[in-house]
Nanobody
């Protein structure tokens, strides 16, 4: 059974940082690209970032480029999202996802397993 469990969300001030963690089980973690996406109230579901199976390359949405960093630890089946310079518009429920490809695709339909999400709120 595939499980993706996110943690690390919370309340941050504008300009602050948070690090999200996603632990995967039930999959050959090192064989697949992984990604993060988010859902803000009243907004469309948005892909945020993706990483190749071996971590050799990454991809980001323009809205987070230069502020967020995705990384992974294949030894511990974990993917991270370091979020710096947070803005109120980053407030959302953040989801970890497994791609069925080896590419960090920005297309939501190319991810087949999802976690339950962790809430990030950016407010002063």
């Amino acid at each position: 059974q595939v499980q993706l469990v996110e943690s690390g969300g919370g309340l941050a001030q504008p300009g602050g940082s948070l690090r999200l963690t996603c632990v995967a089980s039930g999959i050959t973690f090192s064989s697949y690209a992984m990604g993060w996406a988010r859902q803000a109230p009243g907004k469309v579901f948005e892909w945020v970032s993706g990483i190749y199976p071996d971590g050799s390359d990454t991809a980001y949405a323009d809205s987070v480029k230069g502020r967020f960093t995705i990384s992974r630890d294949n030894t511990n089946n974990t993917v991270y999202l370091q979020m710096n310079s947070l803005k109120p518009e980053d407030t959302a429920l953040y989801y970890c996802a497994k791609s069925w490809l080896q590419l960090p695709s920005p297309l939501i339909e190319e991810y087949d397993y999802w976690g339950r999400g962790t809430q990030v709120t950016v407010s002063s």
